[in-house]
């Protein structure tokens, strides 16, 4: 009873001699369920099934609150790149490679990376994919005409498995 009026972050382990509560006891979130007599190792199993809960939990709050990433460090021409997200334009697939468009170089930054892995390094509240071979920063589109987004003289096309989603963003903005 008193463990349903603890705080849901609140995790115990029982003790007892009665294994007919050990159902009820895992319903209310327990760490585990140690009957008596209890061994050494069973006790041990249950402070390291806690302790990695907690460091597990703790690990999340510190992902919640740490900044996102400014820049990306790519590999390009046989030598490390650092690109500021703020200067992506957009991303274009190119089977195995990936050009990153930027607009502060007079060239794309061409480096061998899938779209996906690329995808997983940006941070989607900036960032998104509106074609299989295309992630635009959201923030840098200036013009759509016609289901395309336009960069200068260059015309990006959102594919129909992403249409949905970037017409819930223009409705949000």
């Known amino acids: 009873e008193l463990s349903r009026m603890l705080p849901e972050t609140t995790r115990v382990v029982f003790t007892t001699a009665f294994d007919q509560y050990a ?5 209310v979130g327990a760490i585990d369920y140690l009957l008596k007599p209890i061994s050494y190792a069973n006790f041990l199993e249950a402070c390291n099934r806690a302790l990695q809960w907690f460091t597990l939990l703790k690990e999340r709050q510190q992902a919640r609150q740490a900044p996102p990433p400014e820049s990306i460090i790519v590999k390009s021409e046989y030598k490390q790149v650092q690109i500021l997200l703020d200067t992506i334009l957009y991303i274009e697939g190119l089977k195995d490679y990936v050009k990153i468009h930027t607009d502060d170089r007079p060239r794309p930054v061409l480096t061998l990376m899938s ?5 997983e390094l940006l941070p989607p509240a900036r960032f998104m994919r509106v074609h299989r071979s295309y992630i635009v920063q959201l923030s840098k589109i200036r013009e759509i005409e016609r289901g395309r987004i336009i960069f200068g003289d260059v015309y990006i096309p959102v594919g129909d498995s992403y249409k949905a989603a970037f017409q819930a963003f223009l409705d949000g903005r």
């Open 23 to 27: 159902v009820d006891g895992f319903r």
């Open 115 to 119: 779209m996906k892995a690329l995808e």
